[in-house]
């Protein structure tokens, strides 16, 4: 492998393992500060996550396309290298996660318990992926100075118009199914959220390509 493919990877698990811990970690601080009022928790939740996906896309998409998720790396088919890729998303992410619960001082093994099942949270998932890979795809045409700035709004979004709250991430759904707290899922729910997600991932890449139509230079 070269260098940069290391650098890449690394990357990778840099990104994922801050984004996740930023998803869970201020999932716990903003359950802790806000009195059992859920709607403010999200916003929290919702605000750590969006300002934290700009900065990271922003810094490693140079060095890696800045994927922190397996729909990503697969459906738009950008490296060859991808289990790799994939392997250094979860990992990072699941390390993420360890460390919210040390910072926090939670167990650090733990199962989420939190109940998210359901046509509608499925659907919830499948149109938050798909606008996640939309916005990839027609943003890299259309607007790439843009990318990092878009894909971050539409997170922020689906946060609070999505019935599951915008996991979009087959990586980030399964370490948040190894923590109990405001982020959590339980892990028999994974299977379906995953699902979900890979098939909106497949439709918005699929309409964003068609929509972006042929390059001028082809």
Do not use: C
Request: hydrophobic share 55%; glycine share 12%; no cysteine.
């Amino acid at each position: 492998m070269t260098t940069s493919g290391v650098r890449a990877i690394a990357a990778e698990f840099i990104g994922a393992l801050i984004l996740f811990a930023t998803v869970v970690g201020s999932g716990v601080m903003a359950e802790r500060l806000s009195g059992g009022n859920d709607a403010i928790a999200l916003l929290g939740n919702t605000g750590a996550t969006g300002a934290v996906l700009y900065v990271l896309i922003t810094l490693l998409g140079p060095i890696s396309g800045a994927h922190f998720n397996p729909a990503v790396t697969l459906m738009l088919g950008a490296r060859r290298d991808w289990l790799p890729f994939i392997a250094a998303q979860l990992i990072g992410g699941i390390i993420g996660v360890l460390i919210v619960h040390a910072m926090f001082d939670l167990p650090l093994l733990q199962l989420g318990i939190k109940s998210r099942t359901g046509t509608g949270q499925w659907i919830g998932e499948f149109v938050a992926t798909f606008g996640l890979l939309f916005t990839i795809v027609v943003g890299s045409r259309q607007r790439p100075d843009a990318v990092p700035a878009l894909v971050a709004l539409w997170i922020v979004a689906g946060y609070w118009f999505t019935s599951s709250t915008s996991f979009a991430n087959p990586a980030i759904t399964i370490a948040r199914a190894i923590t109990n707290s405001f982020a959590g899922i339980r892990p028999i729910d994974a299977p379906g959220f995953i699902l979900a997600q890979f098939a909106g991932a497949a439709a918005g890449v699929i309409i964003g390509r068609w929509l972006n139509g042929p390059r001028e230079d082809a």
